[in-house]
Protein backbone atom coordinates (compact mmCIF):
# COMPACT_ATOMS: atom_id res chain seq x y z
CA UNK A 1 0.00 0.00 0.00
CA UNK A 2 1.15 3.48 -1.00
CA UNK A 3 1.14 5.10 2.64
CA UNK A 4 2.61 8.63 1.08
CA UNK A 5 -0.18 8.91 -1.16
CA UNK A 6 -2.35 8.61 1.07
CA UNK A 7 -0.67 11.07 3.69
CA UNK A 8 -0.77 13.31 1.04
CA UNK A 9 -4.32 13.41 0.13
CA UNK A 10 -5.57 13.15 3.77
CA UNK A 11 -3.28 15.91 5.34
CA UNK A 12 -4.57 18.22 1.91
CA UNK A 13 -7.91 17.36 2.99
CA UNK A 14 -7.03 18.03 6.51
CA UNK A 15 -5.99 21.35 5.89
CA UNK A 16 -8.83 22.08 3.64
CA UNK A 17 -10.92 21.29 6.27
CA UNK A 18 -9.11 23.78 8.86
CA UNK A 19 -9.15 26.37 6.80
CA UNK A 20 -13.36 26.39 5.85
CA UNK A 21 -13.65 25.63 9.82
CA UNK A 22 -11.90 28.79 10.80
CA UNK A 23 -12.61 31.19 7.90
CA UNK A 24 -15.01 33.07 9.46
CA UNK A 25 -12.53 34.45 12.49
CA UNK A 26 -13.23 31.63 15.31
CA UNK A 27 -12.68 28.12 15.47
CA UNK A 28 -14.68 25.56 16.34
CA UNK A 29 -14.76 22.79 18.51
CA UNK A 30 -14.37 19.24 17.58
CA UNK A 31 -16.74 16.50 19.21
CA UNK A 32 -14.53 13.60 18.90
CA UNK A 33 -11.41 15.34 20.39
CA UNK A 34 -12.81 16.96 24.01
CA UNK A 35 -11.19 20.12 24.91
CA UNK A 36 -9.88 20.83 21.61
CA UNK A 37 -10.98 23.17 18.75
CA UNK A 38 -10.11 22.54 15.32
CA UNK A 39 -7.04 25.11 15.82
CA UNK A 40 -5.45 22.86 18.36
CA UNK A 41 -5.88 19.89 15.77
CA UNK A 42 -3.78 21.66 13.13
CA UNK A 43 -1.24 22.87 16.44
CA UNK A 44 -1.16 19.47 16.66
CA UNK A 45 -0.67 17.60 14.24
CA UNK A 46 1.35 20.27 12.41
CA UNK A 47 4.12 19.89 15.66
CA UNK A 48 4.08 15.96 15.11
CA UNK A 49 4.63 16.79 11.31
CA UNK A 50 7.41 19.20 12.32
CA UNK A 51 8.81 16.30 14.94
CA UNK A 52 8.56 13.06 12.68
CA UNK A 53 10.42 15.07 9.84
CA UNK A 54 13.27 15.64 12.57
CA UNK A 55 13.45 12.20 13.65
CA UNK A 56 14.05 11.17 10.19
CA UNK A 57 16.22 13.74 8.37
CA UNK A 58 18.51 14.49 11.65
CA UNK A 59 18.88 10.65 12.43
CA UNK A 60 17.55 11.43 16.37
CA UNK A 61 17.44 8.77 18.62
CA UNK A 62 14.08 9.87 20.05
CA UNK A 63 11.67 12.55 19.46
CA UNK A 64 13.22 16.28 19.75
CA UNK A 65 12.44 17.86 23.20
CA UNK A 66 8.80 19.87 23.28
CA UNK A 67 10.78 22.81 24.70
CA UNK A 68 13.13 22.69 21.73
CA UNK A 69 10.38 24.85 19.79
CA UNK A 70 13.29 25.86 17.00
CA UNK A 71 12.31 22.49 15.46
CA UNK A 72 9.00 23.73 14.69
CA UNK A 73 9.66 26.54 12.80
CA UNK A 74 7.58 28.94 14.67
CA UNK A 75 7.96 32.76 13.27
CA UNK A 76 9.39 35.34 15.07
CA UNK A 77 6.19 36.82 16.15
CA UNK A 78 3.47 33.60 17.42
CA UNK A 79 2.42 35.17 20.42
CA UNK A 80 -1.07 35.69 18.82
CA UNK A 81 -0.87 31.56 17.89
CA UNK A 82 -3.58 28.94 19.06
CA UNK A 83 -0.74 27.68 22.48
CA UNK A 84 -1.78 24.18 23.84
CA UNK A 85 -1.50 25.54 27.43
CA UNK A 86 -4.91 27.31 26.55
CA UNK A 87 -6.80 25.11 24.87
CA UNK A 88 -9.63 24.52 23.93
CA UNK A 89 -8.25 27.85 21.22
CA UNK A 90 -11.75 29.27 20.15
CA UNK A 91 -10.58 32.35 19.32
CA UNK A 92 -9.41 34.40 15.62
CA UNK A 93 -6.58 31.61 13.81
CA UNK A 94 -4.07 33.81 11.69
CA UNK A 95 -3.64 32.98 8.31
CA UNK A 96 0.15 32.16 9.41
CA UNK A 97 -0.74 29.30 11.36
CA UNK A 98 -2.27 26.91 8.41
CA UNK A 99 0.64 27.87 6.06
CA UNK A 100 2.70 26.80 8.75
CA UNK A 101 1.02 23.66 8.85
CA UNK A 102 0.99 23.06 4.63
CA UNK A 103 4.43 23.95 4.77
CA UNK A 104 5.30 21.42 7.22
CA UNK A 105 3.24 18.32 6.04
CA UNK A 106 4.71 19.22 2.25
CA UNK A 107 8.42 19.15 4.09
CA UNK A 108 7.77 15.71 5.74
CA UNK A 109 5.87 14.33 2.49
CA UNK A 110 8.79 15.15 0.64
CA UNK A 111 11.25 13.33 2.95
CA UNK A 112 8.99 10.70 2.77
CA UNK A 113 8.77 10.48 -0.84
CA UNK A 114 12.71 10.64 -0.98
CA UNK A 115 13.30 7.55 1.55
CA UNK A 116 12.42 3.77 0.98
CA UNK A 117 10.05 2.01 3.53
CA UNK A 118 12.80 0.20 4.70
CA UNK A 119 14.87 2.80 5.60
CA UNK A 120 16.34 2.86 9.49
CA UNK A 121 14.57 5.59 11.84
CA UNK A 122 13.68 5.81 15.31
CA UNK A 123 9.81 4.75 16.12
CA UNK A 124 8.29 4.46 19.31
CA UNK A 125 7.82 1.09 18.35
CA UNK A 126 9.43 -2.51 17.74
CA UNK A 127 9.47 -1.24 13.91
CA UNK A 128 12.29 1.15 13.50
CA UNK A 129 11.91 2.34 10.03
CA UNK A 130 10.66 5.30 7.80
CA UNK A 131 7.86 3.27 6.66
CA UNK A 132 6.48 2.86 10.50
CA UNK A 133 5.89 6.77 10.34
CA UNK A 134 4.96 6.53 6.81
CA UNK A 135 2.08 4.48 7.89
CA UNK A 136 1.66 6.26 11.39
CA UNK A 137 1.42 9.10 10.08
CA UNK A 138 -1.05 8.56 6.90
CA UNK A 139 -3.27 7.03 9.63
CA UNK A 140 -3.24 10.09 12.44
CA UNK A 141 -3.87 12.69 9.48
CA UNK A 142 -6.94 10.54 8.07
CA UNK A 143 -8.40 10.10 11.65
CA UNK A 144 -7.51 13.73 12.38
CA UNK A 145 -8.86 14.62 9.06
CA UNK A 146 -12.23 13.15 9.83
CA UNK A 147 -12.33 15.14 13.24
CA UNK A 148 -11.92 18.20 11.69
CA UNK A 149 -14.42 17.77 8.86
CA UNK A 150 -16.83 15.93 11.60
CA UNK A 151 -16.17 19.41 13.56
CA UNK A 152 -18.12 21.10 10.87
CA UNK A 153 -21.00 18.44 10.54
CA UNK A 154 -19.33 17.07 6.78
CA UNK A 155 -17.09 14.04 7.76
CA UNK A 156 -16.57 11.78 4.95
CA UNK A 157 -15.35 8.29 5.76
CA UNK A 158 -11.47 7.12 5.47
CA UNK A 159 -10.63 5.22 1.98
CA UNK A 160 -11.82 1.50 2.76
CA UNK A 161 -8.56 -0.37 2.04
CA UNK A 162 -6.27 2.06 3.53
CA UNK A 163 -8.73 1.99 6.52
CA UNK A 164 -8.58 -1.77 6.56
CA UNK A 165 -4.51 -1.62 6.63
CA UNK A 166 -4.96 0.62 9.46
CA UNK A 167 -7.14 -1.45 11.29
CA UNK A 168 -5.19 -4.49 10.99
CA UNK A 169 -2.72 -1.29 12.59
CA UNK A 170 -4.08 -1.03 15.82
CA UNK A 171 -3.80 -4.47 16.16
CA UNK A 172 -0.49 -5.01 15.83
CA UNK A 173 0.68 -1.57 17.30
CA UNK A 174 -1.12 0.85 18.76
CA UNK A 175 -3.17 -1.73 21.17
CA UNK A 176 -0.07 -2.89 22.58
CA UNK A 177 1.10 0.32 22.82
CA UNK A 178 -1.47 2.12 24.42
CA UNK A 179 -1.71 -1.20 27.25
CA UNK A 180 2.08 -0.25 28.02
CA UNK A 181 1.42 3.67 28.14
CA UNK A 182 -1.07 3.51 30.35
CA UNK A 183 -0.38 -0.09 32.17
CA UNK A 184 -3.51 -1.71 31.57
CA UNK A 185 -5.32 -4.39 32.90
CA UNK A 186 -3.78 -8.03 32.26
CA UNK A 187 -6.37 -9.50 29.72
CA UNK A 188 -8.16 -12.50 30.82
CA UNK A 189 -8.29 -14.81 27.31
CA UNK A 190 -10.87 -11.74 25.80
CA UNK A 191 -11.80 -12.60 22.12
CA UNK A 192 -13.45 -10.05 19.21
CA UNK A 193 -14.30 -10.62 16.07
CA UNK A 194 -14.83 -7.42 13.92
CA UNK A 195 -15.39 -8.07 9.97
CA UNK A 196 -15.60 -5.11 7.66
CA UNK A 197 -19.21 -5.29 5.90
CA UNK A 198 -17.57 -3.46 2.63
CA UNK A 199 -14.53 -5.47 1.96
CA UNK A 200 -12.75 -9.31 3.11
CA UNK A 201 -11.17 -7.60 6.45
CA UNK A 202 -11.73 -10.00 9.23
CA UNK A 203 -9.50 -9.52 13.00
CA UNK A 204 -10.12 -12.44 15.59
CA UNK A 205 -8.33 -10.10 18.40
CA UNK A 206 -7.63 -11.98 21.73
CA UNK A 207 -6.03 -10.43 25.07
CA UNK A 208 -3.87 -12.68 26.88
CA UNK A 209 -2.01 -11.17 29.72
CA UNK A 210 -0.24 -8.50 27.97
CA UNK A 211 -0.44 -9.95 24.58
CA UNK A 212 -2.83 -8.58 21.85
CA UNK A 213 -2.81 -11.70 19.04
CA UNK A 214 -4.84 -11.69 15.99
CA UNK A 215 -5.75 -15.23 16.29
CA UNK A 216 -6.97 -16.35 12.79
CA UNK A 217 -10.43 -17.22 14.41
CA UNK A 218 -13.97 -17.41 12.91
CA UNK A 219 -15.61 -16.47 16.30
CA UNK A 220 -15.17 -14.42 19.19
CA UNK A 221 -17.42 -13.60 22.00
CA UNK A 222 -18.75 -10.53 20.97
CA UNK A 223 -18.42 -10.12 17.05
CA UNK A 224 -18.56 -6.16 15.65
CA UNK A 225 -19.45 -5.49 12.18
CA UNK A 226 -18.88 -2.21 10.32
CA UNK A 227 -16.94 -0.39 7.24
CA UNK A 228 -13.60 -0.50 7.60
CA UNK A 229 -13.77 3.38 8.33
CA UNK A 230 -16.23 2.65 11.19
CA UNK A 231 -14.48 0.40 12.65
CA UNK A 232 -10.85 1.96 12.70
CA UNK A 233 -13.01 4.96 14.27
CA UNK A 234 -14.58 2.83 16.80
CA UNK A 235 -11.37 1.72 17.23
CA UNK A 236 -9.98 5.33 17.89
CA UNK A 237 -12.46 6.07 20.32
CA UNK A 238 -14.68 8.26 17.77
CA UNK A 239 -17.64 6.48 16.89
CA UNK A 240 -19.78 4.85 19.27
CA UNK A 241 -20.67 1.16 19.15
CA UNK A 242 -23.90 1.93 18.09
CA UNK A 243 -23.37 3.23 14.84
CA UNK A 244 -21.78 -0.85 14.47
CA UNK A 245 -23.63 -4.16 14.21
CA UNK A 246 -22.53 -5.78 17.30
CA UNK A 247 -23.65 -9.55 18.29
CA UNK A 248 -22.86 -11.67 21.82
CA UNK A 249 -21.76 -10.35 24.81
CA UNK A 250 -22.08 -6.49 24.77
CA UNK A 251 -20.56 -5.93 28.07
CA UNK A 252 -17.21 -7.44 26.76
CA UNK A 253 -17.39 -5.09 23.32
CA UNK A 254 -17.43 -1.88 26.46
CA UNK A 255 -14.34 -3.44 28.05
CA UNK A 256 -12.50 -3.22 25.01
CA UNK A 257 -11.52 0.30 26.00
CA UNK A 258 -10.78 -1.04 29.46
CA UNK A 259 -7.92 -3.15 27.67
CA UNK A 260 -6.68 -0.36 25.12
CA UNK A 261 -7.37 2.76 27.13
CA UNK A 262 -7.40 5.93 24.49
CA UNK A 263 -4.63 8.22 24.60
Known sequence: MDHVAHFHREVRAFEAAARRATASGGAPLVPSCPGWSVADLVIHLGAVHRHVH??????????????????????????????????????????????????????????????????????????????????????????????????????????????????????????????????????????????????????AVCFDGDDVRLTGDSKGAVEVAGTASDLLLHLWHRLPADRLDVRGDRALLDRYFTLVPPV
Not at 171 to 190: I, K, L
Request: net charge negative; glycine share 8%.
Open 54 to 203: AVIDERLPGLPDPADVAVLGLPADFGDWPHPDRAPNTGPVPPAVLDWFAEGAARLEARFSAASPDDPAWTWSAEQTVGFWQRMQAIEAAVHRWDAENALGTAAPIDAAFAADAVTQVFEVMAPARRSWTQAPPGAGERYLFRQSDGPGRW
